[in-house]
């Protein structure tokens, strides 16, 4: 061992990780220069991508001001959210600190493109389990259901893919809305590509050139080098607090898109009138900006962490999703544990490894508008960020835990590393003799 490899071995033996679990690792890492070398690949395209944006756009010093009371004229947001437009290539965007989260940006995205009468379809099966409350497929008040939208969904079939018939057969005269959700959420299924994404699009188009295609974009920004809005989404929404964020936007959500659906959209953000003329950006147009600078880095980083991940559970019998050498379209990683108290180990493991509130012990809770109680691990500089490291799963079989995030690779690293040494001393696992 060279004195840096032995130096780096001390320090993680000084955070209680045994020699065994940091060998395990430092194996494995090196069994994957070239998947991650593929990885920084992709983030060198997308950065050479946004920083072009970001040039077209000509953003200058004054985009980094802010305004405060309505916000009329903010230069700087209606700066920023021309480069979110040009970076996916979409004819507009709204980009605000003023949507809270992913789901308000999904539910604004909704709203604002349908009318009594019209039906939602989902051609990937359940959406996300705070989409559920939003359309009403379980009753709330506010639902769209109650404002007489109605629902259907069409589900993957056994292998994940789209059933292309089953959705041919779904769409009726009230359909108005195609919902596609890309990445698996707290789902087994695999997540979906991009170019699987076109294909759908071009067939449900072929079907009905009318329909509103909108992908729920939460997780995949960044990670191959095609967005869906490249393949003909009309709208794709995300979490500011996820890749686009970059780990540094404090708070926010984006949608972008056709003119038309964006306009609709930004007329269900405010009210109807007002649309994106007014929402003030406050103080936050700089971290915006360096967020969405940084974001295809700290993508990559997270992917690193995630695929990680993969291999090394895989390596001791644990199943992930994806496995250990399937390609990427999101940076989420699920891995069956099997158990409640493997779910919480590996979560507190992951705490453990945070620059804030490390100190802490995650316990799983009943979290609004989730069914089943949720064990969250996050320490992080951003409340609730998720591409910040963090590990969550809900407490019900097949006892899955998703892990996602790392701003940086080697904190992601530590975390994973972090997670095997709680699973030990829970007994959950053994590093064999091989690995
Ligand atoms: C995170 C996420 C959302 C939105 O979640 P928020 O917690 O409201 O930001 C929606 N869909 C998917 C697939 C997600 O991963």
Not at 106 to 117: E, F, V, Y
Not at 160 to 186: C, H, M, N, W
Not at 263 to 287: D, Q, V
């Amino acid at each position: 061992m060279n004195k840096l490899a032995q130096a780096k071995t001390e320090l993680l033996k000084q955070y209680g990780i045994d020699g065994d679990i940091i060998l395990f690792g430092e194996k494995t890492e090196e069994s994957l220069a070239e998947r991650f070398a593929e990885i920084d690949g992709i983030a060198e395209y997308n950065q050479l991508k946004v920083i072009r944006a970001f040039q077209e756009c000509r953003v200058s010093e004054a985009c980094l001001t802010g305004t405060t009371g309505y916000g009329y004229g903010d230069t700087g947001r209606d700066t920023l959210e021309k480069v979110y437009a040009a970076a996916f290539h979409t004819e507009a965007a709204i980009v605000r600190p003023l949507i809270a989260c992913g789901t308000h940006a999904l539910s604004i995205a909704l709203a604002g493109n349908t009318r009594p009468g019209d039906e939602i379809l989902s051609v990937s099966g359940k959406p996300y389990d705070t989409l559920e409350e939003v359309i009403g497929i379980r009753p709330c008040t506010g639902s769209l259901a109650e404002y007489g939208i109605t629902y259907s969904q069409v589900d993957l079939l056994p292998d994940g893919s789209f059933d292309f018939e089953g959705i041919r057969a779904a769409i009726k005269p009230a359909t108005r809305l195609v919902a596609i959700q890309r990445s698996k959420g707290y789902d087994s299924r695999r997540t979906l590509s991009v170019a699987q994404i076109g294909e759908v699009i071009r067939f449900i188009k072929g079907i009905r050139e009318d329909l509103i295609v909108m992908v729920d974009n939460c997780y995949g920004e960044f990670v191959e080098t095609e967005e869906p809005s490249d393949v003909g989404a009309d709208m794709i929404v995300g979490s500011l607090i996820k890749n686009p964020g970059g780990g540094l936007a404090p708070s926010g959500g984006y949608i972008c898109g056709t003119a038309e659906c964006v306009e609709r959209a930004a007329y269900r953000m405010t009210c109807p009138g007002l649309g994106a003329e007014i929402g003030p950006s406050l103080n936050l147009n700089p971290s915006f900006y360096q967020g969405f600078f940084l974001a295809p880095v700290v993508t990559a980083a997270a992917l690193k962490g995630a695929v990680f991940a993969a291999n090394l559970y895989e390596k001791l019998g644990f199943k992930a999703i994806p496995d250990g050498s399937e390609s990427r379209h999101d940076i989420i990683q699920a891995i069956t544990l099997g158990t409640p108290e493997g779910v919480i180990a590996f979560c507190r493991g992951i705490q453990k490894a945070a620059p804030v509130d490390s100190f802490v012990t995650p316990e799983p809770w009943d979290m609004p508008g989730y069914q089943d109680p949720v064990i969250m691990a996050a320490g992080a500089f951003v409340e609730g960020s998720s591409i910040e490291l963090s590990a969550d799963g809900p407490i019900r079989p097949p006892y899955n835990v998703y892990f996602q995030g790392g701003l940086t690779w080697p904190s992601a690293k530590l975390g994973v590393l972090y997670s095997l040494q709680c699973m030990k001393d829970a007994g959950l696992l053994q590093i064999p003799e091989s690995c």
